[in-house]
């Protein structure tokens, strides 16, 4: 037996689209008929990542967008909706961290580092939830009601790693956050889950593999491999389906077991 999922009609928007699983997000969600706004600082780069959409049939538009700036996530949203259409799916992907004693934070490092994954998620979510709340109530126009909202936390949410306390901690926010929403917006139809990727090999961290401390690091792990950003595709195309509106404030790991 088969299953297909057809997001065909569906408009999705993913932030940090320009690199790494916000890339493999946004081609997977193309693929399966969504159309796609590409949402990030680095324009050229989701330019390119456009055109290799469009070229393999999908549709896909470029919107510019910093986390931090509210003004900038209104008028991102604005203007997606704008040139696409009401949203239906929104993936929460945008992060930053730093590797750091916590002895040695300073405020500056802090500020980057939850400006970005608590405070800049928050506010994209809330500006897109507000937009599906609306149809839902019937006092903007759509034909979908309800939403999906998929916010990436990260496994460094549940499970506390050396170096990266902030980030932790941050991530650890994002999953809470996931759950206030889930219980305010699900009884209007909108899912919102989160995703706890584990170690994931990205255009980022690639040369760290092979050196010295990252081989220690892969020697750790349940299975002793890092996963590629592809190994999450079924997993989000899952919660962002049409058919996922049973499942809302989930918070589920795929980390090939780190986590336990």
């Known amino acids: 037996m088969s299953y297909n999922i057809d997001l065909s009609g569906r408009v999705a928007l993913v932030t940090g689209a320009s690199s790494g699983l916000g890339t493999q997000f946004a081609k997977t969600l193309a693929r399966s008929g969504a159309g796609v706004v590409l949402a990030g600082r680095r324009v050229e780069r989701l330019k390119a990542l456009r055109a290799e959409i469009e070229a393999d049939g999908g549709d896909a538009h470029v919107v510019t967008l910093d986390v931090t700036d509210h003004d900038s996530i209104k008028a991102a949203i604005a203007h997606a909706e704008t040139e696409m259409g009401t949203l239906d799916i929104l993936v929460n992907n945008s992060g930053v961290s730093t590797t750091q004693k916590l ?7 802090y500020d980057y580092i939850f400006d970005t994954n608590t405070k800049g998620a928050f506010f994209v979510a809330q500006e897109a939830g507000k937009r599906m709340l609306a149809r839902a109530k019937g006092a903007a126009p759509g034909t979908f009601t309800g939403g999906r909202i998929v916010n990436i936390a990260s496994m460094a949410g549940l499970k506390v790693l050396g170096q990266i306390g902030v980030y932790c901690m941050s991530k650890a926010a994002v999953i809470h956050m996931t759950r206030a929403m889930a219980l305010e ?4 139809g909108i899912n919102v889950n989160a995703i706890c990727p584990g170690y994931i090999d990205t255009e980022i961290n690639h040369h760290h593999w092979a050196t010295e401390s990252g081989k220690k690091l892969i020697e750790m792990l349940p299975r002793k491999r890092v996963g590629q950003p592809q190994d999450l595709d079924s997993l989000l195309m899952m919660l962002c389906a049409n058919e996922s509106h049973f499942i809302n404030g989930a918070v589920i790991q ?3 077991g780190f986590a336990l």
């Open 185 to 188: 917006w699900g009884r209007y």
């Open 254 to 256: 795929a980390d090939d």
């Open 103 to 109: 002895t040695d934070i300073q405020p500056e490092d």
